[in-house]
């Protein structure tokens, strides 16, 4: 199994700052990654896909970028309602893994 | 608008059965796959099983092999996961997923907890 590495595991940060989650895999996944988000209590939701393509609805100030087994989630201009665990997944090679996640919480 | 609600858990002991549904609508049910992905208590997301849009291949992650059964009845848009010879470590709230092969789970239901003790 793909093995995904995300880091940091929790992160504090001030509202209007900008934030940037890594995630890396212990194989080239050819940019099959995804982020989600999971407020407290709720179903995670799609951010980000095919490493850095933004799924519908989603706020511009969040963006992917990566390649190879280096992949990172950028949130530009932290805002509250971002307050959530963030994690990545791949999807290039059966079965689908996910990182271990992110919590950020404003400082 | 594309949705998903699960229904069925709850609390079953050791080695019983459970059966959980999910209902979808919104979108074409029998263009997509579907997905079953669980998450522990205070823990993180695991793959659970897979279902191809026209149920003739399913895929399972290795700790659930011959124990569970992923379906799904394309006329009412459903799809279920029968979960046999449960164990505590099953325990955790299920969530079914839309996705499309080599795919994110672009859509989720709001998850169903199953709670496995006797």
């Known amino acids: 199994d793909i093995q995904m590495t995300q880091s940091p595991a929790s992160l504090s940060a001030s509202l209007g700052e900008t934030v940037t989650i890594e995630c890396r895999a212990s194989e080239d996944i050819y940019n099959g990654l995804a982020w989600y988000q999971q407020k407290p209590g709720k179903s995670p939701q799609l951010l980000i896909y095919?490493?850095?393509s933004l799924h519908t609805g989603v706020p511009s100030r969040f963006s992917g970028s990566g390649s190879g087994t280096q992949y990172s989630l950028k949130i530009n201009s932290l805002q509250s309602e971002d307050v959530a665990s963030y994690f990545c997944?791949?999807?290039?090679?059966?079965?689908?893994?996910f990182g271990a996640g992110t919590k950020l919480e404003l400082k | 608008e594309v949705q998903l609600v699960e229904s069925g858990g709850g609390l079953v002991q050791p080695g019983r059965s459970m059966k959980l549904s999910c209902a979808a609508s919104?979108?074409?049910?029998?263009?997509?796959?579907m997905a079953w992905v669980c998450q522990a208590p205070k823990k993180g997301l695991e793959w659970v099983a897979t279902?191809?849009?026209?149920?003739?291949?399913?895929y399972y992650r290795d700790s659930v092999k011959g124990r569970f059964t992923i379906s799904r009845d394309n006329a009412k848009s459903t799809l279920y996961l029968q979960m046999d010879s449960l164990r505590s470590e099953d325990t955790a709230t299920y969530y079914c997923a839309r996705q499309r092969q080599v795919a994110p789970f672009d859509y989720w239901g709001q998850g169903v907890m199953v709670t496995v003790s006797s």
């Open positions: 997944q791949q999807y290039y090679d059966y079965p689908d893994t």
């Open positions: 279902i191809s849009y026209d149920g003739s291949s399913t």
């Open positions: 095919n490493a850095n």
């Open positions: 919104g979108f074409t049910f029998n263009n997509y796959d």
